[in-house]
């Protein structure tokens, strides 16, 4: 069958790129949406592009690894829609486009796994409510993303499909447990995707992978038929590029839901118009707080971007205050919940939705059905008997704990607090993740908006994190909605770029050839913009009879300034013939090899002292 459907693809691909010059590669939902009404593009077409990224992207070339299945209908269902179009019109502005959901949200039409072997084939008896409000606006559902698994966790790894990359530097992880998610709206592998958030993980993603990402107001939209890490805690929704493309997913998510309790709140309330609310904010006038212990703590890089863009708003015209809330750190390590529900909610859950095979926890424990970087996590929660004392007074310390935090809010007269959401960048793969900043709005129940407020010096997303007042989550994305059409903060990662005619981008290739002062050098190189490397081979002829004792790669500061910049790579040493290697690139490296401003540079008797250069290009 996968063969089958690939063959199909391929089919399509040259079609569905010759039928206009309409590119999903970046696109916002308004771009796709006016395609569509203007009959430059068709859903289908689209359906076939964005699977043509995650053919090139997601299992070749940076092989992200963000996608657990593809939806074997969606190709029918956006001709279905496109007839529906033709005929009635759009439902939405939704209508036709492709979205990617993490997995997991129940969908009947596929597995929902949570990214484990334990459920790789379970199929729940209904979708999840915010499933079935986008497929009723028209959305396509067509792919199924990784996770960490159950969501317990933030570098996005899992029994199912393993490790997933982090497209801005495939050495290291994409945030989590929304990762997956993250990962491939990052790479447009769908024009916006679902995560969720118990602790972080949508707003973690959101901020390593240079997207924007509400946890809402805790039962600002149901949670119904998502599978639960912890009740209290687990919020649910979308992950986006622009924070016009999350109102417009925010706005069809909403609402009260009788299969969720925490939805009541809705009851007598008027429902929030985030995209009508979008550009109503008068920045003059407004007060952040700046929650000074959580930037101190922050690497420097995340502290100095998050400073940058404060001082931005306060150009203008916003107060920034300096606040902090009493007794935090005592009020976070008292309130947390998923200790004492996981065990719990997900053995319900699997009776709820009838899973066949696997009955609870202790079945998925007992098999060995999980990945070793949850072992520690389930194998404590398997045989935990709740305690009712120690979790009532955790439900205690989070009354407490949002009473403090509206105390800060309402004594300074804010409009939101500023802190990082995680204080440090994206760890390479296999190593742990520290600096999470979760806590706050999870256990307290209030909306946390993260947004990208920049990049560090090697080129990895920063994130910057709004908390508001209960309920305030239209105004929170107002906030930052300016900041992000003035500076442009939106940058796509390096290696999963526009597609040529439906293939990824060619390696590029260099031959070199150095003679000089008796030196008799080759080399070939290979630009790969998918992996972002450069890959060398290098070696002295027969007719060399210099002692060359080094050969470097340096970079030209600017077209057209001197040559003088400092060695970036060495490649071959004293006393050796011959070398190969493998160079990671950083942002500037890349940039000056796209302007051809890197140089070879060797070091022999007879060549002037400080090296005789040679252009690489």
């Known amino acids: 069958m996968r063969l089958v459907f690939t063959l199909l693809l391929f089919s399509l691909i040259g079609g569905a790129y010759a039928q206009s010059g309409f590119d999903v590669f970046e696109s916002s939902i308004t ?77 009947v039409s596929m597995p929902t796994t949570g990214g484990s072997v334990a459920l790789a084939n379970f ?27 159950f ?5 996005t790894v899992s029994s199912l499909l393993g490790q997933t990359r982090n497209p801005y530097d495939i050495r290291r992880v994409p945030g989590g447990s929304s990762g997956g998610t993250g990962a491939a709206i990052a790479a447009s592998f769908g024009a916006i995707g679902l995560g969720s958030d118990t602790c972080g993980s949508i707003r973690i ?25 912890s009740h209290t805690q687990d919020v649910a929704g979308p992950l986006a590029r622009s924070a016009e493309d999350l109102a417009i997913v925010l706005d069809i998510v909403k609402g009260y839901d009788p299969n969720d309790e925490a939805t009541g709140v809705m009851n007598g309330r008027d429902l929030p118009g985030f995209l009508e609310q979008l550009g109503s904010i008068d920045l003059n006038g407004l007060r952040i707080g700046k929650l000074g212990s959580y930037l101190e703590r922050a690497d420097s890089d995340v502290r100095e971007a998050i400073e940058a863009a404060l001082q931005w708003y306060q150009q203008q015209g916003v107060e920034i205050v300096e606040v902090e809330i009493p007794e935090l750190a005592s009020l976070i390590s008292g309130s947390g919940v998923i200790g004492h529900e996981f065990r719990v909610d997900l053995n319900q859950y699997l009776s709820a939705f009838m899973s066949p095979d696997v009955h609870s926890l202790a079945d998925i424990v007992d098999r060995g059905l999980f990945h070793q970087a949850v072992r520690g996590v389930l194998t404590r929660r ?200 493998s160079y990671f690139m950083s942002p500037q490296f890349r940039q000056a090899f796209d302007e051809e401003r890197v140089y070879l540079k060797v070091f022999a008797p007879g060549l002037p002292p400080a090296g005789a250069m040679q252009p690489l290009r």
Request: overall charge negative.
């Open 31 to 107: 771009e796709i949406q006016t395609a569509l009404e203007q009959g430059e593009t068709t859903s289908t077409a689209l359906v076939v592009q964005y699977l043509a990224r995650i053919q090139a992207y997601d299992k070749q070339g940076p092989a992200l690894n963000s996608i657990i299945r593809i939806n074997p209908a969606a190709l029918e269902l956006a001709a279905s829609l496109d007839a529906e179009r033709e005929a009635s019109g759009a439902r939405s502005l939704l209508h036709g486009i492709p979205i990617v959901v993490k997995d997991n949200y129940n969908t």
């Open 123 to 149: 199929r729940p008896t209904v979708n999840a409510t915010q499933v079935d409000k986008l497929i009723a606006a028209g959305a396509i559902i067509l792919a199924k993303t990784n996770l960490h698994e």
């Open 151 to 155: 969501a317990y966790g933030i570098t």
């Open 205 to 229: 993603p959101s901020a390593f992978n240079n997207l924007i990402g509400l946890r809402p107001s805790k039962g600002l939209s149901s949670i119904y038929g998502v599978m639960p890490l």
């Open 382 to 581: 398997r045989g935990a008997e709740l305690n009712q004392e120690r979790y009532q007074a955790a439900l205690a310390t989070r009354r407490v704990l949002r009473q403090a935090v509206e105390t800060v809010f309402a004594d300074n007269d804010l409009d939101a607090i500023v802190y990082p959401p995680i204080g440090q960048t994206p760890v390479f793969i296999g190593e742990s993740q520290p600096g999470n900043n979760c806590s706050i709005a999870a256990h307290a129940g209030l909306p946390a908006l993260s947004m990208p407020a920049g990049f560090s010096d090697d080129g990895l997303p920063i994130g910057m994190e709004l908390l508001g007042k209960f309920f305030d989550d239209p105004r929170l994305l107002a906030i930052a909605y300016p900041y992000e059409q003035a500076l442009r903060t939106r940058q796509a990662p390096s290696t999963t770029p526009a597609l040529e005619a439906g293939l990824a981008p060619a390696t590029t290739r260099v031959s070199l050839s150095f003679r000089r002062a008796g030196v008799d050098l080759d080399g070939g190189f290979e630009f790969d913009v998918l992996t972002n490397r450069l890959n060398y081979e290098l070696a002295l002829g027969a007719g060399n009879t210099a002692g060359v004792y080094a050969v470097t790669l340096v970079i030209e500061a600017e077209a057209g300034a001197e040559l003088a910049g400092p060695v970036v790579l060495n490649m071959l040493g004293p006393d050796t013939r011959e070398a190969s290697g």
